[in-house]
């Protein structure tokens, strides 16, 4: 059976850099506070009309289909990996497609949240090595900019997310030990809401910590979004953010060991890590408590902010780009957030 390798790669920011200092004439924040709990110092923002987070999917597809050495004509499926799509319905795959000019071939959503890259990555390999595909492009790109809460009350939240676009080209190679070697993928949806975009939904008032709207009087078209939702701000993400925090540190680490002893190899053998960016103080907890060097870990949190499914493939290709993944290198995805959904990818580059 074939493995499944990283053909090619490619990321797309937008130019617009967005500091910290520029959060405060939205909000309560500081560049003081922002930095030491999350160790972000800017992030990008895409432009308000000219870049969705299909554009952006676009220009990151477009360099990993050249680097790949194929055309978009070879492309045989599409994934495509966001939380922040550019319409409720249908999924950002068709419009790359259609964006692309690609032909008619099949189109998949995934919305795993932090965990969207590793997932797709996980379903795509599975595609590949059963000979199903040979060139799967699998996109994963955020417009978080577009519909976080700005004001001080979601300053928890805002402050952290940022824009951007990753994308890989996946192709079976036959080279003995080179391409993925293991995907573990984990749930617990006990935490849904912890780390939840409640609206627009069709919980009525189900699921939700506390009721959202009274729909007992609410004009039936209004119950899936209402003006009383807008109105309390309820269209935005809510975070529990020391939660998520405490159930990170400790499937962070986890799902690394698990793709490692899967393998029967020790984190000393990583070459490199990649942790989703969501917090550089979660990465450097997990670093710790693998014991891992430095150079063992990329981060670049501090310039783009967590991209939510974006970050691994950003960061997996400037680390590439920077020289530090090689051929032979061994190097593991590891991803956590809401859901809770946690997942890990092992490769051999
Ligand atoms: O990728 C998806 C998964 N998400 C994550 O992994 C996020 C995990 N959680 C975190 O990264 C951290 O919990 C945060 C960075 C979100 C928050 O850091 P924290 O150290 O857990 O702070 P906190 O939420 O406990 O808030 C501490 C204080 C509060 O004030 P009081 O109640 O102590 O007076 C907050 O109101 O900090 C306040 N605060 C802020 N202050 C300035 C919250 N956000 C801000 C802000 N600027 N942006």
């Not at 676009?58 to 050249?66: H, R």
């Not at 080179?178 to 006990?190: A, M, P, R, Y």
């Not at 970050?311 to 590891?334: H, R």
């Amino acid at each position: 059976m074939p493995q499944t390798r990283i053909a090619g790669i490619g990321y797309y920011v937008p130019s617009n850099v967005v500091t910290n200092n520029d959060l405060l004439k939205y909000m309560d924040t500081s560049d003081e506070w922002i930095q030491e709990r999350t160790g972000i110092k800017e992030r990008r923002y895409a432009h308000r009309t000219d870049e969705t987070t299909t554009t952006m999917g676009v220009e990151a597809a477009k360099i990993a289909i050249e680097r790949a050495g194929i055309t978009k004509d070879d492309v045989d499926f599409i994934i495509f990996a966001t939380i922040s799509p550019d319409y409720y319905f249908p999924g950002c795959g068709v419009l790359l497609q259609r964006a692309m000019k690609i032909k008619e071939i099949g189109a998949l959503d995934v919305r795993n949240q932090c965990s969207g890259f590793v997932y797709a990555l996980s379903i795509a390999d599975q595609f590949i090595k059963t000979g199903m595909y040979k060139n799967i492009l699998l996109v994963a790109s955020e417009k978080h900019s577009f519909g976080l809460d700005f004001s001080t009350r979601g300053r928890n939240v805002s402050v952290i997310f940022g824009d951007g676009a990753g994308a890989v080209v996946l192709q079976p190679t036959e080279k003995e030990n080179q391409g993925i070697l293991s995907t573990h993928l984990h749930s617990d949806g006990e935490s849904a809401e912890i780390l939840a975009m409640f609206n627009p939904g069709t919980h009525g008032n189900h699921w939700v910590p506390e009721p959202v709207a009274d729909f007992a009087d609410a004009p039936i078209g209004e119950m899936f979004m209402s003006h009383e939702m807008i109105d309390k701000a309820q269209n935005f993400p809510n975070m529990d953010g020391p939660a998520v925090f405490k159930k990170a540190i400790v499937k962070f680490p986890e799902v690394i060991v698990e793709a490692l002893e899967k393998n029967n190899l020790k984190a000393s053998d990583l070459h490199l890590l990649i942790p989703h960016q969501a917090n550089l103080r979660i990465a450097q907890y997990v670093q710790q408590k693998l014991q891992l060097t430095d150079s063992q870990v990329y981060n670049n949190i501090e310039r783009y902010g967590n991209t939510t499914a974006a970050s691994i493939p950003i960061a997996l290709c400037e680390a590439w780009e920077q020289g530090k993944v090689k051929e032979g290198d061994l190097v593991c995805l590891a991803a956590f957030g809401s859901g809770f959904t946690w997942g890990s990818a092992l490769l051999r580059w």
